[in-house]
């Protein structure tokens, strides 16, 4: 599984990689996934898996999925 931390997330990653390969042969959560990485859910406004949004606490990848978490973008 291929996941991607856009923006500040790569912070959370101990070498602040924004793009991570995890070997992930079951399903999980994007959730559980997130608090894996040690990345915090409210930190996170857009999940995807392989480019299609959806919902933090219901989607699911495993396997070859790429995965995507985005933080919240503001603006002025």
Known sequence: MRVHLGGHLSWYDPQKRSW???SQ?????LLDLARRLGVPPAEIAVAAVNRRAVELETGMAAGDDEVEFHPPVGGG
Request: neutral net charge; glycine residues 0%; charged residues 25%.
């Open 20 to 22: 991570l390969e995890l």
């Open 25 to 29: 042969p079951k399903p999980i959560t």
